[in-house]
T-cell receptor, first 117, second 111 residues
Framework: EAQVTQNPRYLITVTGKKLTVTCSQNMNHEYMSWYRQDPGLGLRQIYYSMNVEVTDKGDVPEGYKVSRKEKRNFPLILESPSPNQTSLYFC????????????????FGSGTRLTVV | RKEVEQDPGPFNVPEGATVAFNCTYSNSASQSFFWYRQDCRKEPKLLMSVYSSGNEDGRFTAQLNRASQYISLLIRDSKLSDSATYLCVVLLNNAGNMLTFGGGTRLMVKP
C-alpha cells in the first residue's frame, strides 16, 4: 500500500531532550516536507526536500533540523525541544512536478502529536 | 494579510443541501491549486486538484478564477460523511514545491 509512515504517533518529552520523528514513504517520491499544525494557525511548513541531499527551510524552521540521506526517509530532529514546539506534526511527500502548472498533490502521514513539558 | 484566506465557518447545513466554500490567495504567481479534506485529528487528504477550466468529481465541483485569485468548492447533496474541515491549498512551483495552506473551513452536515 502506498503510504507515508511517521513514528511515533504520540510523544511526550521534557524540555531539552533531543528527539527524532521519523518519516518514510514507499512511493519513490522526490519531494518530502514537514508541517506543524496549531489551532488558529493552520498548517505551516517547517522544512522541505526536493531530492536526496537537498533540503531547505520552510516558514517556521527555527528549532528543527532535517536530513535526506535516502530518497524514502526524511527525519525531523529537535535538538533541544521547548514547550512552544508542542504541536501536531505531519510529514508529506509528492511526485516531482508533472509539467507546468500541474502537481500531483501531497500524501500525508498520520501525524505525530508531540507534547514538550 | 494571509497568503491563503478562507472563512473558518462552521457551516452547518442539513443533509442534501448544496454548500459552497470560497478561498482567496494573494500571490498571483501561484500555479497549482487544491482542496484537501481533514477530519478531526487526522491527516489532510487530497480531495481534488483545481484546474483553470474547472473540474468535477461526483458531487464535488472546484473552480478557479485566476483574474480574481479566487478558488471555490461546491458540494451538492451533502452527506453526513462530508462533515470535515476543507483546506484550500496553493502551490508556488518556483518556491521548492512549498504548499501554502488556508486555515480551513469547517463543515457540519446535520441529519
Amino acid at each position: 500500500e502506498a503510504q507515508v509512515t511517521q513514528n511515533p504517533r504520540y510523544l511526550i518529552t521534557v524540555t531539552g531532550k533531543k528527539l527524532t520523528v521519523t518519516c518514510s514513504q514507499n512511493m519513490n517520491h522526490e519531494y518530502m516536507s514537514w508541517y506543524r499544525q496549531d489551532p488558529g494557525l493552520g498548517l505551516r511548513q517547517i522544512y522541505y526536500s526536493m531530492n536526496v541531499e537537498v533540503t531547505d527551510k520552510g516558514d517556521v524552521p527555527e528549532g528543527y533540523k532535517v536530513s535526506r540521506k535516502e530518497k524514502r526517509n526524511f527525519p525531523l530532529i529537535l535538538e533541544s525541544p521547548s514547550p512552544n514546539q508542542t504541536s501536531l506534526y505531519f510529514c508529506a511527500s509528492s511526485l516531482s512536478r508533472g509539467g507546468r502548472g500541474r502537481n500531483y498533490g501531497y500524501t500525508f502521514g498520520s501525524g505525530t502529536r508531540l507534547t514538550v513539558v | 494579510r494571509k497568503e491563503v484566506e478562507q472563512d473558518p465557518g462552521p457551516f452547518n447545513v442539513p443533509e442534501g443541501a448544496t454548500v459552497a466554500f470560497n478561498c482567496t490567495y494573494s500571490n498571483s504567481a501561484s500555479q497549482s491549486f487544491f482542496w484537501y479534506r481533514q477530519d478531526c485529528r487526522k491527516e489532510p487528504k487530497l480531495l481534488m486538484s483545481v484546474y483553470s477550466s474547472g473540474n468535477e468529481d461526483g458531487r464535488f465541483t472546484a473552480q478557479l478564477n485566476r483574474a480574481s485569485q479566487y478558488i471555490s468548492l461546491l458540494i451538492r447533496d451533502s452527506k453526513l460523511s462530508d462533515s470535515a474541515t476543507y483546506l484550500c491549498v496553493v502551490l508556488l512551483n518556483n518556491a521548492g514545491n512549498m504548499l501554502t495552506f488556508g486555515g480551513g473551513t469547517r463543515l457540519m452536515v446535520k441529519p
